[in-house]
């Protein structure tokens, strides 16, 4: 094994090491929790976000690794349904690295869709990135397996390849939003939905910069999520939980510009998936790793 192979591999597990150790050190509030996730097909969850047609149930994904597929569960981590689909052929597994997992407005009024980022890079030389894009289903709720046809959609970046494991949906002013997770600083992308068609690449609009006091990596931006109303918006790394009330017509970059609200989170070993609830009166957290914890806190509006 030649030795750039070797710290590929090194790199990930001692971060995963240190992260943990770090963990172990913070105070777990147990009233949080609300279930763990109880497949060990769930071992990877990089992503979670509410369905705006299913009650009580949340998508969760795991990232590199897995194959073309995403899961629905209760917020007690109950396994329901697993939903397979066909990705990019030109990917051994359909797909590469899916980071983050979106619930919002499409192309028809009165439906919801599911938007599935297979945007990971961690070596920043993807000629492009992956949406893929889903009508949400009534089946989705109950205990089954199935396959959904989405709409994929390439993206390339202004500005070369990044990684990235932030995927988000503002139902505003109905665009994408994609924000970058290494770096000093990290920036904010948006396309507008509207130009989502199969299979087209399209180049994302650099928007801003955001930066967040920290060291590396506790600092990188894991995932995010903006509340079905449009009006709440959450960061997570792995170290910290941010967020920002947002006003009539402001844009979603210009909010998180501003000194965001450090919110109450406890530590998770890798912790990747962050999520409002559906009524955007609280939001969810899990992390990586088979079994692992879900945590369920009250947002500032509640």
């Given at each position: ?60 994904h795991n990232d590199s690794g897995d194959t073309s597929r995403f899961f629905s569960i209760t917020p007690?981590g109950k396994l329901k349904s697993t939903i397979y689909f066909t990705g990019d052929k030109k990917e ?211």
């Amino acid at each position: 094994m030649s030795r750039q192979k070797k710290l590929k591999i090194l790199i990930p597990f001692t971060l995963l090491l240190f992260i943990g150790a770090y963990a172990k050190h913070r105070i777990i509030d147990k009233k949080d929790i609300t279930g763990t996730l109880s497949s060990k097909e769930m071992d990877e969850t990089s992503g979670i976000a509410a369905s705006s047609i299913n009650p009580d149930i949340y998508y969760v994904h795991n990232d590199s690794g897995d194959t073309s597929r995403f899961f629905s569960i209760t917020p007690d981590g109950k396994l329901k349904s697993t939903i397979y689909f066909t990705g990019d052929k030109k990917e051994p597994l359909g797909v590469r690295d899916c980071e983050d997992i979106a619930v919002g407005p499409g192309p028809q009024k009165n439906r919801s869709y599911v938007y599935l980022g297979d945007i990971g890079d961690n070596n920043g030389i993807r000629k492009y990135i992956t949406v893929y894009r889903f009508a949400e289903s009534k089946l989705w709720s109950l205990d089954t397996t199935t396959h959904a046809t989405p709409v994929p959609v390439n993206f390339k970046y202004p500005d070369g390849p990044r990684d990235a494991e932030t995927l988000m949906i503002d139902p505003i002013e109905k665009l994408l939003c994609i924000v970058s997770k290494r770096s000093d600083s990290v920036t904010v992308y948006t396309t507008p939905l509207s130009g989502f068609k199969a299979n087209d690449t399209v180049t994302l609009t650099k928007r801003s910069k955001l930066f967040f006091a920290g060291f590396k990596p506790f600092k990188w931006i894991t995932a995010g999520d903006i509340s079905k109303d449009g009006t709440q918006i959450l960061l997570r790394s792995y170290e910290k939980v941010y967020y920002w009330k947002r006003k009539p017509n402001e844009h979603i970059w210009d909010v998180m510009v501003k000194k965001p609200q450090e919110l109450h989170y406890t530590m998770e070993k890798q912790g990747e998936a962050i999520g409002f609830t559906n009524d955007g009166k609280g939001y969810y957290t899990t992390s990586e790793g088979v079994f692992a914890p879900i945590y369920y806190y009250d947002s500032p509006l509640k």
